[in-house]
Every structure is written in structure tokens, then in C-alpha cells.
């Protein structure tokens, strides 16, 4: 049985037997039950384990050295999943102390699975958006790595902040203008149309691409833009209409149409 098959209240005990098992393990230094619930095939089992392993590493204050020293023994095993969700409570940790955990993403970032290196973007996105500073700072580092996958990865992470502060991470977007990959170029139009649509961040968007200098890139970007105000007309800040009006005015002689609605 899954556990979003469980009733509220066994899913609430379910939790609460977890987190108990949890800080036994890392008060022993042995990561048997730990290792269980990390591996768990269930991603919501693995999710309140992770949530957990935050929620211990704040409330008991003597066992951070323990649970940082599992988090890397963890990352260390065979299991994809078990990696996996230590890059994920390491990203727990990283949203109020970023050094403490940056070493889980270093190694996260070129680890052989596809599912721990996102659970690096998801967490470089949750970290970033309440923790921004230190995790802007480590990407920074990583915006011109010679791997193509790094570069986009790095581009896709940190766009969560920017869909509430576009102006903390367009001057880092900007690096990537003139990328020769081409599915890095894709990943940053996609972040700039992503981050556009919400409220207060078309003008900055639009305003920061005016002084770009690749213009195709740019003009990639105004037609994602439009089409997203399409795609997520029921959540976002302008209609398609004002956006489309918005960049008429700001890029005289853009070419939209192909990005309008229906197209």
C-alpha cells in the first residue's frame, strides 16, 4: 500500500514513526532504517524521509556533525534513489545553511543518474528561492563549465528565483546569450519565458533584454514569452494581448505572429 493510500492520520503516524527512527540512526551513527526509508521504491516515502532529515537537523542541534557525515555515507550508495534523496535533505538544509551541504550538490551535479542531478536542480530552485545569495554564488561557478549539461542544468535551477526576483539572476542568465549549445540556448528562452509571465517580472525581463546583444536569441525569447502568457493564461499576470502589446512597444518590429495564440 502507497503511502497516499493511507487515511491523513495513518500517513500523520507513518511520519512521526519515521522521523523517530530517523533520529535513532543518527544518534547510533548506523543508517539502517534510514538507509530503508531512503531506498523506499515510494516517492512519497522518500519525500517525507528527506523533509524529516531537515526537520531533525534544525530541531536537534547536536546531531548536525551525525546527519551531515550519514548524508555523505548515503550518497555514496549504489542505489540511485538513496543518492537521490540525500542531494534532496541536503537541499532541506541548504535553504537556512547553504555551506554546510554545498560539497552534496558538487557531487550531485555530475553524478551518473539523471534523477540525482535533478534532485540538484530541484534543490538548487528551493534553496534559491529563500536562500538565494550563497546559492547564486555557487552557480555562478558552474556558468561557464565546459560540460553542456552543467551549463544547463546550472540555467534551469535557478530560474524559481527568478519568477519572483528576475533582477538576481538575469545578469547570471545574460552569461549564457551567446552558449553554442543549442539545449543550453533552449533551457535559457524557455527560463526567460518561464520567469516573464509572473506578476512584476515582464517589464524587468523585457527592460534587462533590450541591452543583450544576441538578437536572434532575443527575439527567440520575446516569441516564448508571448507563447507562454498563452499557455498559462489562467495564471499569469498579463493577458497574451498585453504582453503582446507590452513587447510591440519595448522591440518595435518584432516578429510575433508565429507565437500567437493558437500557433
Known amino acids: 500500500m502507497g503511502f497516499y493510500d493511507l487515511a491523513k492520520e495513518e500517513r500523520q503516524q507513518t511520519v512521526q514513526r519515521m522521523q523517530r527512527a530517523m533520529e535513532q540512526d ?15 521504491p515510494d516517492t512519497y516515502i522518500r519525500k517525507a524521509a528527506y523533509l524529516a532529515a531537515g526537520r531533525i537537523f534544525f530541531t536537534m542541534p547536536g546531531l548536525e556533525r551525525n546527519i551531515c557525515q550519514m548524508l555523505e555515507t548515503l550518497m555514496a550508495a549504489e542505489d540511485f534513489k538513496v543518492r537521490q534523496t540525500a542531494v534532496n535533505a541536503a537541499g532541506e538544509i541548504g535553504k537556512r545553511t547553504f555551506e554546510r551541504v554545498r560539497h552534496f550538490f558538487d557531487t550531485g551535479l555530475f553524478d551518473p543518474h539523471h534523477a540525482v542531478r535533478n534532485a540538484v536542480i530541484g534543490s538548487v530552485k528551493k534553496m534559491g528561492a529563500v536562500n538565494p545569495a550563497p546559492v547564486l554564488e555557487w552557480a555562478q561557478g558552474y556558468l561557464h563549465h565546459p560540460d553542456k549539461e552543467v551549463r544547463r542544468e546550472i540555467c534551469h535551477g535557478i530560474e524559481l528565483r527568478g519568477r519572483r526576483y528576475p533582477q538576481d539572476i538575469l545578469p547570471l542568465l545574460r552569461q549564457l546569450e551567446w552558449d553554442k549549445t543549442s539545449r543550453v540556448r533552449h533551457t535559457l528562452v524557455h527560463v526567460l519565458g518561464q520567469i516573464a509571465y509572473k506578476k512584476g517580472c515582464l517589464a524587468i525581463v523585457t527592460g534587462a533584454l533590450k541591452s543583450w546583444e544576441n538578437k536572434e536569441l532575443v527575439q527567440s525569447a520575446l516569441k516564448e514569452i508571448v507563447k507562454i502568457h498563452h499557455r498559462y493564461r489562467n495564471f499569469s499576470a498579463h493577458s497574451q494581448e498585453e504582453a503582446v502589446r507590452h513587447i510591440r512597444r519595448e522591440f518595435p518590429g518584432a516578429a510575433l505572429g508565429d507565437s500567437l495564440a493558437g500557433s
Open 26 to 40: 543518527f544518534c547510533m551513527g548506523a543508517p539502517q532504517q534510514l538507509l530503508a526509508f531512503f531506498s523506499d
